[in-house]
């Protein structure tokens, strides 16, 4: 038992040092076909745990007919449905591939998604970008239209094109010291990435003007990025993936490596349990809805994989740098303080390139260890948008990661390791 | 008396009003000698009360030269002190003016000057850049050299011009938006504007780039905006003095207008007591040192007018909005706040603009009545730089204004409104 002990510390250890030793540049924009490895052809990846097409939430059976009219794998939503019953198309969870499935989280081959090279723990991730003036669009919000559809395009032979010269010119941008100076400045990394957003575009847009295109091909580029609010969430979720999926399949890890919800459950991942999931029923947010005449009736439980910034240390667990936030859903500085501080009871270790001003600059925690959850009875706190069930976001908030998943989680691995 | 009260009321909530609903644009750049009201030729400003040329410090008197050689008006040192103590050059306080003089503050009529519009109180300042690599150089430490006049010269002919095309192109560029959403991102905007500067570059590059010039004449402006840290901080200052000046001249009003100091004595200005200084002995800063071989012997006492932020309710009142300039400080998150309500004991009101995350969204206190000063003992507290004796900044802190310039001051309200 203190060999077994001994084990975990050091494999968390290791596992915890995948977070905070990384070292994520933005490197290209590619086909998510191309990059998302184990994405095939007629696959559509879904956000949370797998789930069953006869189980999924309209969210998500949206989703799937547009992933199938976009692709053009079947012309209208009858044959979308039939194709996606008859077993021909492929599904799967996104966070079973190094990509994350924020909202909804439809992925398919055809999807220019923003590249993420981890330079220390040698991975990759990809994310979708978000779609301009359609906001989540397809991929967050399983939408589909012909305008959609050109958007996508338009972004993928327009937009981006320019984005990737000036990433092949300067070898790729650095994505931590964004993100560090960034919860200097009142961002989680979740809910809110304002300063985030500013330092990008300080560093990308003047790189951008100096290339040598034509004025108004830039500037469709440069405009699509400052008038996209959160632009950079898709980098902090790229970040936070590449550095994640490094530590899964440490044996003997008890650290957390992802988290998602698919509006039914809401499912973990565990270093040393690779593959598998531990699931529980979604939760609901609390939080402030965009609307007074919306409650907890319109909600949809949770969906969606932007969490696992939290499995990186930002987010929820990031509360005391982004007072801001917390007010949003009537909190004070005092208890975002608290918040950032109880997490520090479940968590590994310290990140040393998160020091907050709000905490004297101690530094943030990170790496949830799913046996100090147990140990104190504390869960993660997440951040995140509430989606209607009815689809479009009512709102912003926070939950609770279900003491159940940990539960599962400590039983499988109890018996994975009992005997080693 | 209680009609006395009264006005004093009534005229203090006109001053605060100049401050807390002032509109500032950025409209233009134009010589110093077209936008500063009352600066002739052969006429140099200095920060701080007035002081003779034989009493100046080091580096004001310094600064005489340099401002003499830059004009061209003496070919060198020796015909400068020559020409300066012949009395055929006049010499003023940059906050008699419609100017702010930030660090040794030299300011003569061929500068080129950020000219702030105050759209509702109807006045304008014009305050001076930083000189890119040359940072304080010739304004700000009052250095001169064939580099640094070089420069002055290219940022009035090749740097300014795109940006005039923009502003007129535009209408102008507001400013209050930027200092408001800058307070809940770290600033206070004395010591930092970090989120100031990057939410002027979010507005400005994009409408740069739009311009129809040359790239590489573009590109240049940009580079000096980016590449100049603390860009957004004369946009601070002007916006303050057009708001303060307006109130200059308010009968009855015991609201302190601006801040000042030449290195030897301090001042400050009363809104009820229009172009009077009341002084004290310059303080020395408290704070942090660039090197520990630094200390109070090398300092010299407090030198400049950047706290005109302090007077239109900034910088030091705005502590709470920025522990991390607290904390190069050694001070703490409760500190931080402690010094912002502390500060809501000697002013008039709150500012509704400035609603701050670290105080629960409360607003920050504006506008210091000499008579809460007198009343609760609390002198104001002011952030900024600390300069060597010898030249160059060494530091940066924060220090009281002294309480000697408010018993002055109230004296001679006393003695104006005796009888009145």
């Not at 189980?55 to 992933?67: E, F, I, P």
């Not at 199938?68 to 966070?95: N, P, Q």
């Not at 069930?389 to 709102?395: A, P, Q």
């Amino acid at each position: 038992m203190p060999d077994m002990k001994q084990k975990i510390a050091e494999a968390n250890k290791a596992a915890a040092a995948c977070l905070t030793d990384n070292d994520p540049w933005w490197v290209d924009v590619l086909p998510a076909g191309e990059v998302v490895e184990g994405l095939e052809d007629h696959m559509i990846l879904h956000s949370g745990p797998p789930v069953d097409l006869d189980d999924m939430v309209m969210l998500h059976r949206r989703g799937m007919v547009s992933a199938m009219l976009f692709e053009g794998w079947a012309k209208d939503e009858k044959e979308a449905m039939e194709l996606l019953h008859s077993g021909e198309i492929k599904i799967d969870s996104a966070l079973n591939h190094n990509t994350v499935g924020a909202g909804t989280g439809i992925i398919t081959k055809s999807l220019a998604m923003i590249v993420v090279e981890d330079r220390r723990n040698h991975t990759r991730a990809a994310t979708f970008p978000a779609e301009g003036p359609f906001e989540g669009g397809f991929c967050g919000w399983g939408l589909y239209s012909k305008d959609i559809a050109e958007n996508l395009r338009h972004m993928r032979e327009e937009l981006f094109p320019p984005m990737r010269e000036m990433l092949a010119k300067n070898g790729g941008i650095a994505l931590k010291p964004i993100l560090a100076e960034s919860m200097q400045m009142g961002d989680e990394n979740h809910t809110r990435q304002t300063a985030a957003d500013l330092l990008f575009d300080k560093i990308v847009l003047p790189q951008l003007f100096a290339l040598d295109l034509p004025k108004e091909v830039i500037m469709q580029t440069i405009k699509y990025i400052v008038d996209t609010p959160r632009f950079f969430h898709c980098y902090g979720q790229g970040a936070s993936r590449s550095a994640a999926i490094a530590a899964d399949g440490i044996p003997y890890s008890t650290m957390v490596t992802a988290f998602g919800g698919n509006g039914r459950e809401f499912g973990i991942k565990v270093a040393g349990l690779p593959g598998r999931w531990f699931t529980a029923p979604a939760p609901y947010m609390t939080g402030k809805y965009t609307s007074t005449k919306f409650t907890q009736a319109d909600q949809l439980p949770w969906i969606g994989d932007s969490c696992v910034v939290e499995a990186a240390g930002m987010g929820g667990v990031a509360a005391a740098a982004s007072p801001i936030v917390l007010n949003l859903r009537g909190m004070s500085l005092a208890e975002a303080i608290a918040q950032t501080r109880e997490m520090e009871q479940i968590t590994i270790t310290h990140n040393p390139n998160f020091s907050i001003p709000n905490l004297d600059f101690d530094t943030l925690p990170v790496g949830f260890d799913i046996r100090l959850v147990l140990k104190t009875g504390i869960c993660p706190t997440i951040h995140g948008g509430m989606f209607n069930k009815e689809g479009g976001l009512i709102g912003a908030g926070m939950a609770r990661v279900p003491m159940e998943c940990f539960e599962k989680a400590m039983k499988a691995f109890a018996e994975e390791y009992r005997d080693k």
